[in-house]
C-alpha cells in the first residue's frame, strides 16, 4: 500500500531555515503528484504547494517566496525547504499523494494518501 514518511520538523529560531522531507513507498514515484500541507493548532489544514512528476509547479499564494517544493523521482522523495521562519510557520506538516483532480491540486481533498505529519516549531 501507498506509504509516506515525513521527517525534518524540529524546533528552530524566528530566521532559521529547515528542509522537509517525504518518502514515498508503494507508489510509482514518479507519475504521481506530491504535495506539502500544513495545519497550525486550531486552524485547518491549509496547502503549501505541490509538484508533478515532471516537475511542475503551483504554490499556495501566501507560501510563495519564502517555500520551495522539489522532488528526487531516484530516491522517491519531495522535499519541502523552508526560509526565514516565522512564528507563524509553527505547525505540522504533511505530505500528501494520489491527487484524484489536477485543477483542485492545493485542495486537500483531492488527496488520497496522506502522512502522518512531522512538528516545525519555530521559537520567536
Known amino acids: 500500500q501507498v506509504r509516506l514518511v515525513e521527517s525534518g520538523g524540529e524546533l528552530v529560531q524566528a530566521g532559521e531555515s529547515l528542509r522537509l522531507s517525504c518518502a514515498a513507498s508503494?507508489?510509482?514515484?514518479?507519475?504521481?503528484?506530491m504535495a506539502w500541507f500544513r495545519q497550525a493548532p486550531g486552524k485547518e489544514r491549509e496547502p503549501v504547494a505541490a509538484i508533478s512528476g515532471t516537475g511542475l509547479l503551483t504554490y499556495a499564494d501566501a507560501m510563495k517566496g519564502r517555500f520551495t517544493i522539489s522532488r528526487d523521482n531516484a530516491k522517491n522523495t519531495v522535499y519541502l525547504q523552508m526560509n526565514t521562519l516565522k512564528p507563524e510557520d509553527t505547525a505540522i506538516y504533511y505530505c500528501?499523494?494520489?491527487?484524484?483532480?489536477?485543477?483542485?491540486?492545493?485542495?486537500?481533498?483531492?488527496?488520497?494518501?496522506w502522512g502522518q505529519g512531522t512538528q516545525v516549531t519555530v521559537s520567536s
Open positions: 508503494g507508489l510509482t514515484f514518479s507519475a504521481n503528484y
Open positions: 500528501a499523494t494520489g491527487l484524484t483532480d489536477s485543477t483542485r491540486r492545493l485542495y486537500r481533498r483531492s488527496y488520497a494518501f
